[in-house]
């Protein structure tokens, strides 16, 4: 292990390891505090950015933050990295790398080259010497196209999931749910569920329902039910309409223990839902979840800041080309993220980092009550996000999730940010909705709750 | 013209939302103002907002909740945490007592202590607590019950602090849940036997959530379940996963609640 120094305002700072040089150099947040990790004062913060600036970016291979023999995490990382793909930028320092990935050279096909060669902590060093405009306009250049029945990160389009949850997965909800949603044309990357009990019965129930709804209206959607990945092979091994193999990820392997999962449990998933092939335009067949926070809640962070250990679960993401990944960014609560201004930095990272380890990047933009912060923070991540070139936001009714009791951005949320910024649906959803009258002249969705619709036949069917 | 056509279908669409509201208290149906929520709906979340931002911040008043248990005895104590922007920031400080208030607890053979707990919504403390103090304990004449532990700033696990200090063999906390948007007033009560201070873990503790008539569990099933949950901690030796069989292997969202 090295020792990292700098000299700031006559003060003299010395950093014991990467992984503390890492958490010392990350802005203000509780979680490191809570940690015991984060820097003493606001000048050892800047302090340890300068000498984070002059680490070669080669340097996060010789020194992993987590020793290789103790975590398949870091095993993974180390493993796959392309040192091919590295070549472009190998003999950069982290503030060369900056500068380099905020010029004009580093544009959407040299980013989606240097993909594989990046590692975690990498793009986590960089990110935190980057500014909020710094993380959206590297980001915004960054391309991750992914597709299913849908084509989820093309220019110009914004996807959403459309989260019908009920605390008792009462499937008329859930279906009044789904038709809320699909009237303000939310659906087009997933119609995904966060199931109240992960009872394999009552999964399979809602996974028939969402089938049934995709079939009869030949929605170029899939669906997926949220719960644990070995539920999934169970359920696909009896044959049922699994279309996309969930999990919850994170970036260590003690943390994906807590989650009861092994990269292993996750190759299993994999070559399953591979094997039923159920999408049409594409096979990208596996949605995760991650977040910052979940590693030191499971204490499981190693000494790694939150940020960087976050990063690291996108290494284990990329490893099953995902169609979607989102992180969940203010749900844990404020001992992580504490206020609106901690969770907008957060989601910057967040989306900054998986896009450019290749991953398609979307974002549950959401807060829970006992953290400072309100639907204006909702609509400036939104917009920042929205300008950043995320793929897709989940959205709920109302912004309020009754079964997860929290706050999300809304299906109006995102009507907002496609107007605002020009950006359309995916193109076979967006296909779709005209071809059912939902979009009006000028390509917006039409303000249809009349119950003459086709779609409300679910409505009344429901009613009667 | 958008809105030419929804006035059009006004009517026959209120009748469908509200008929679909009865499976769901989603905010489905709420209509449109270009994009936007109408101003009543958007108001309408505000304040739900407000009632669970209120009820995080409201002050615990230990003295609503004693008048509420005559003739109980009662200890008040604090957590670590001093202040309400500490106690949201650093859960550890929120399950350690501070130092002079365990002192003063007293030591004696209990076989349980209650600790009522401010946790994220004071609200639900002041609303429920007492009873479901009252009605447990009738329910368990035997028992020899330690004075009720007031405390404020506290997170569940303080109550493993609590009991250790004062010797109880079982401490059952009652504390305010995590508001939601459409329930600000939840209580939650957390068995644990023979609890210690940095060995007992979540999964040596059983829970009862929801507490919160009459949308949720009522006195009369809380304190029933509590009680029956206790009888059988005390004959069992252990709560936890042993006690009633809870391996849920949830996803990141429910699993961090």
């Given at each position: 292990m090295s020792t990292y120094t700098s000299t700031l305002g006559g003060h003299h700072y010395r950093f014991d390891s990467l992984a503390r040089l890492l958490a010392a150099a990350s802005p203000e947040r509780s979680g490191d505090r809570l940690a015991g990790l984060a820097a003493e004062s606001a000048q050892a913060r800047v302090a340890a950015r300068w000498a984070l600036a002059e680490v070669p970016l080669a340097r996060f291979l010789a020194e992993p933050v987590i020793p290789y023999e103790d975590d398949d995490v870091t095993r993974l990382i180390v493993d796959t990295h392309d040192a091919l793909a590295f070549a472009p930028v190998a003999r950069m320092t982290v503030g060369e790398f900056r500068e380099w990935l905020l010029t004009d050279a580093a544009d959407a096909a040299s980013l989606a080259a240097l993909a594989p060669g990046l590692t975690p902590e990498m793009v986590a060093a960089v990110s935190k010497l980057m500014g909020n405009a710094d993380l959206v306009a590297v980001a915004r250049k960054a391309r991750v196209v992914t597709a299913f029945r849908s084509t989820v990160g093309l220019p110009g389009r914004l996807a959403t999931r459309l989260q019908p949850n009920h605390p008792t997965d009462d499937p008329a909800g859930v279906a009044a749910a789904v038709l809320d949603g699909l009237l303000l044309g939310s659906g087009d990357a997933v119609i995904g569920i966060n199931p109240a009990t992960d009872s394999p019965k009552a999964v399979r129930e809602l996974l028939e329902l969402l089938d049934g709804v995709i079939r009869r209206y030949a929605i170029p959607t899939q669906s997926c039910v949220l719960c644990h990945v070995t539920t999934s092979v169970d359920l696909m091994e009896r044959g049922a309409p699994v279309d996309l193999v969930f999990q919850s990820v994170a970036g260590t392997q003690a943390a994906n223990a807590s989650f009861g999962v092994t990269l292993g449990l996750l190759d299993e998933a994999y070559d399953a839902v591979r094997a039923l092939d159920r999408g049409t335009v594409g096979h990208n067949a596996m949605y995760f979840e991650t977040g910052q926070g979940s590693a030191l809640s499971a204490d499981?962070?190693?000494?790694?800041d939150q940020q960087t250990v976050e990063a690291r679960a996108y290494a284990v993401a990329r490893r099953y080309d995902p169609l979607l990944v989102n992180t969940v960014?203010?749900?844990?609560?404020?001992?992580y993220l504490y206020d609106g201004r901690q969770i907008l930095r957060a989601a910057l990272e967040d989306h900054f980092c998986g896009k450019l380890l290749g991953l398609p990047m979307g974002l549950d933009i959401c807060y829970t009550n006992h953290a400072d912060a309100d639907d204006d923070d909702i609509a400036t991540m939104l917009t920042m996000l929205g300008v950043a070139g995320a793929s897709f936001v989940i959205c709920t009714p109302g912004g309020d999730d009754i079964m997860l009791n929290y706050q999300s951005a809304s299906y109006h949320d995102a009507l907002y940010l496609r107007e605002v910024l020009g950006l359309r649906p995916a193109p076979e959803f967006e296909e779709w909705l005209g071809r059912i009258g939902l979009l009006d002249e000028g390509g917006a969705i039409r303000d249809v709750t009349g119950t003459g619709h086709p779609l409300t036949a679910i409505g009344r069917e429901l009613a009667a | 013209m958008t809105n030419r056509h929804l006035a059009a279908a006004d009517t026959s669409d209120l009748a469908l939302w509200s008929a679909l509201r009865r499976h769901t208290q989603a905010r489905i149906g709420l209509g449109r103002a270009g994009s936007a929520l109408p101003t009543r709906h958007r108001l309408e979340l505000q304040a739900a907002h407000a009632a669970a931002r209120d009820a995080v911040h409201s002050p615990f008043d230990p003295g609503a909740v004693a008048a509420a248990l005559p003739g109980m005895p009662m200890i008040r104590v604090r957590s670590a945490a001093p202040d309400r922007l500490t106690y949201l920031q650093r859960p550890d400080l929120g399950r350690r007592l501070n130092a002079a208030d365990r002192a003063h607890l007293p030591r004696d053979a209990w076989d349980v202590v209650f600790v009522v707990a401010d946790g994220l919504s004071s609200r639900a403390v002041h609303d429920h607590a007492a009873v479901v103090v009252r009605e447990t304990a009738s329910r368990l004449p035997a028992w020899r019950f330690a004075p009720v532990v007031l405390a404020e700033q506290a997170r569940v696990a303080l109550g493993d602090d609590i009991a250790h200090a004062m010797g109880a063999r079982l401490s059952v906390v009652l504390i305010g849940e995590r508001p939601g948007m459409s329930a600000a007033d939840s209580l939650g009560a957390y068995l644990t036997h023979a609890p210690v201070p940095g060995v007992t873990t979540d999964a040596d503790r059983n829970c009862l959530s929801n507490i919160r008539p009459p949308l949720g569990l009522s006195y009369e099933t809380a304190a029933r379940k509590l009680a029956a949950l206790m009888g059988r901690a005390r004959e069992l030796g252990r709560t936890g996963v042993e006690l009633k069989d809870e391996t849920d292997h949830g996803d990141v969202r429910k699993r961090l609640l």
């Open positions: 499981a962070h190693h000494g790694v960014v203010g749900f844990i609560g404020p001992e | -």
